[in-house]
């Protein structure tokens, strides 16, 4: 079974890190491109960054530029999302995806809360 | 940035509906096109690639068309698991861009 788990969120006070893991399972995880998406409470879906398979290219919404950094480690099947200077608006369940001809695969989600 | 804008924000339908859901890019994305479903507490789900391209084990009831800079989703007849939030997305290029949503709700 196609499966990505996420971990790695929690409480953080604004100006803080965290780093979230995507562990996934069931496909060959070098093989793909990998996409952070997330949802702040109530409102809609944002991408936030994504990592290819082509020259392993970095991609990153402009309101995480410069604070977030995407990284995988294929010989753990595991993708990863460094975040840094944490904002309130930053506040939000976030999930890693699958990316290959949209997003076709999605971990439950790992909530993170940026408050003091 | 390509921008994403879904009409209507909010649908009432009944069951047995026929439902059109249209999503407008900022500029030509071609046919990268993709549409999701997502119910409250759970992750989204894929039902539509470029454009028209029906996910596996997603019902025929759903249809995708358009290209360019004008898509549509539309469910035939809708059923009762149906009613759910439904986002259009661009995957042409990044940053990928995601519509505001439409909301289908049981009239």
């Known amino acids: 079974e196609v499966q990505l788990l996420e971990s790695g969120g929690g409480l953080v006070q604004p100006g803080g890190s965290l780093r979230l893991s995507c562990v996934a399972s069931?496909?060959?995880?070098?093989?793909?491109?990998m996409s952070w998406v997330r949802q702040a409470p109530g409102k809609g879906l944002e991408w936030v960054s994504a990592?290819?398979?082509?020259?392993?290219?970095?991609y990153y919404a402009d309101s995480v530029k410069g604070r977030f950094t995407i990284s995988r480690d294929n010989s753990k099947n595991t993708l990863y999302l460094q975040m840094n200077s944490l904002r309130a608006e930053d506040t939000a369940l976030y999930y890693c995806a699958k990316d290959w001809e949209g997003l076709g695969v999605w971990g439950q989600g790992a909530t993170v809360t940026v408050s003091s | 940035d390509i921008q994403m804008t879904q009409s209507p924000s909010t649908l009432s339908a009944s069951v047995g509906d026929r439902v059109t859901i249209t999503c407008r890019a900022s500029?030509?994305?071609?046919?990268?096109l993709a549409w999701y479903q997502q119910k409250p507490g759970k992750a989204p789900k894929l039902l539509i690639y470029?454009?028209?391209s029906l996910e596996s084990g997603v019902p025929a009831r759903f249809s995708g068309s358009g290209s360019g800079t004008e898509f549509t989703l539309t469910i035939s007849s809708l059923q009762p698991d149906d009613f759910a939030t439904y986002y259009c997305q661009q995957h042409n290029s990044y940053s990928y861009t995601f519509g505001q949503g439409t909301k289908v709700e049981i009239k």
């Open positions: 069931g496909f060959t995880f070098s093989n793909y491109g």
């Open positions: 470029k454009a028209s």
């Open positions: 990592l290819s398979t082509v020259g392993y290219t970095t």
């Open positions: 500029q030509s994305i071609s046919t990268y």
